[in-house]
C-alpha cells in the first residue's frame, strides 16, 4: 500500500464502535498504530471491545460510555480522549439508529429517538471535538446512507436525518476549509451486518468481495471507504459524499 493511504493520525474517535461498521472501522485506525477512542451506550460492552482491539491491534483502543445525544456525555468522551491520548485528529461519526414503520406510525419520541443519534450525535460530536481537530488540521467520516440520499420508505426519520447529515457535511466542509480540516461522508448501500442477515438472510461468509456484479457490501469495504477519506490520499477530496453501494440501480427504459 502507498504511503498516502496510511492513517498518521495520533488520536481517533469512533462512535458506535461496539459492533457492525463501527467496530470494523475502529480495528482499522487501530491497525494502523493509531489510538483510538470507541463509544458506545453500554459501557461495559465497549469496554471488553476496547481490550479485544489493543490486544490484537497496534494502536491503544480505550472504550467508554456515551450517550452520542446527550451533551455533557460526549464533551466527557472528548475530554477523556484527550486526556488519554493528547488530542483527536479524526472523528468518524458512525452512531446510528433505526427501525421500521408507516410515516404514520412513527410516534414523537420515536421520531426525535432517531434524529438525535443519527444526527444530533453527529453535531455533538463534531461540535465536542472542534477546538482539537482544528489543532494542527484534522478530518471528519460522517457516516450517513443512501436513504439519505434517495429516500426510504417505511424510514423517513432514518433517511431525513442521513439526509442532513450529508448536507451538514458539505456546509461544515466549506467552513472549516479555511481551519485545515477536512470533512467527508460515507453513505454505504446494503452491508451484510448481522442486522441485515436478520432482516434479508444474507451472511457476510456469502458475499463474494471480487464480484462486481452485487448490492450488498461487507463492512470491511465500507472501513476502505472510511480509511481513504481519512488518509492523505483524499487531501483533495472535502465536503464530499461517496456512496459504496455496488451495482447501479437502473430501471428498464420502457420501449417507444
Known amino acids: 500500500m502507498h504511503d498516502q493511504y496510511g492513517l498518521d493520525?495520533?488520536?481517533?474517535?469512533?462512535?458506535g464502535a461496539s459492533r457492525g461498521i463501527g467496530r470494523t472501522v475502529a480495528e482499522r485506525v487501530a491497525d494502523e498504530?493509531?489510538?483510538?477512542?470507541?463509544?458506545?451506550?453500554?459501557?461495559?460492552?465497549?469496554?471488553?471491545?476496547?481490550?479485544?482491539?489493543?490486544?490484537?491491534?497496534g494502536g491503544e483502543c480505550y472504550g467508554i460510555e456515551c450517550d452520542v445525544r446527550d451533551t455533557d456525555s460526549v464533551a466527557a468522551m472528548v475530554e477523556a480522549t484527550v486526556e488519554r491520548f493528547g488530542g483527536v485528529d479524526l472523528l468518524v461519526n458512525n452512531a446510528g439508529a433505526s427501525f421500521m414503520a408507516n410515516f404514520e406510525d412513527v410516534s414523537e419520541n420515536g421520531w426525535d429517538s432517531v434524529v438525535g443519534v443519527n444526527?444530533?450525535?453527529?453535531?455533538?460530536c463534531t461540535r465536542a471535538a472542534s477546538e482539537h481537530l482544528k489543532d494542527g488540521g484534522g478530518a471528519v467520516v460522517n457516516v450517513a446512507s443512501?436513504?439519505?440520499?434517495?429516500?426510504?420508505?417505511y424510514m423517513s426519520h432514518y433517511a431525513a436525518a442521513k439526509a442532513a447529515v450529508i448536507n451538514l457535511t458539505t456546509s461544515l466542509a466549506a467552513e472549516w476549509a479555511g481551519d485545515d480540516v477536512r470533512i467527508n461522508c460515507v453513505a454505504p448501500g446494503y452491508v451484510?451486518?448481522?442486522?441485515?442477515?436478520?432482516q434479508m438472510g444474507i451472511s457476510?461468509?456469502?458475499?463474494?468481495?471480487?464480484?462486481?456484479?452485487?448490492?450488498?457490501?461487507?463492512?470491511?469495504?465500507?472501513?476502505?471507504v472510511v480509511q481513504?477519506?481519512?488518509?492523505?490520499?483524499a487531501s483533495f477530496l472535502?465536503?464530499?459524499?461517496?456512496?459504496?453501494k455496488g451495482r447501479p440501480q437502473i430501471e428498464d427504459t420502457p420501449e417507444t
Not at 451484510?192 to 436478520?198: C, D, I, K, Q, W
Open 204 to 224: 457476510a461468509d456469502a458475499i463474494d468481495r471480487g464480484a462486481v456484479d452485487r448490492t450488498v457490501g461487507i463492512e470491511a469495504e465500507i472501513a476502505d
Open 33 to 57: 498504530g493509531v489510538d483510538v477512542t470507541i463509544c458506545s451506550r453500554d459501557g461495559e460492552e465497549i469496554r471488553e471491545v476496547a481490550a479485544t482491539i489493543t490486544s490484537e491491534y
Open 228 to 233: 481513504f477519506l481519512a488518509s492523505d490520499a
Open 146 to 153: 443512501v436513504a439519505g440520499q434517495q429516500g426510504a420508505p
Open 119 to 124: 444526527l444530533d450525535g453527529t453535531v455533538n
Open 192 to 198: 451484510a451486518t448481522p442486522g441485515l442477515e436478520s
Open 9 to 15: 493520525a495520533g488520536a481517533a474517535i469512533v462512535t
Open 238 to 244: 472535502t465536503g464530499e459524499t461517496i456512496a459504496p
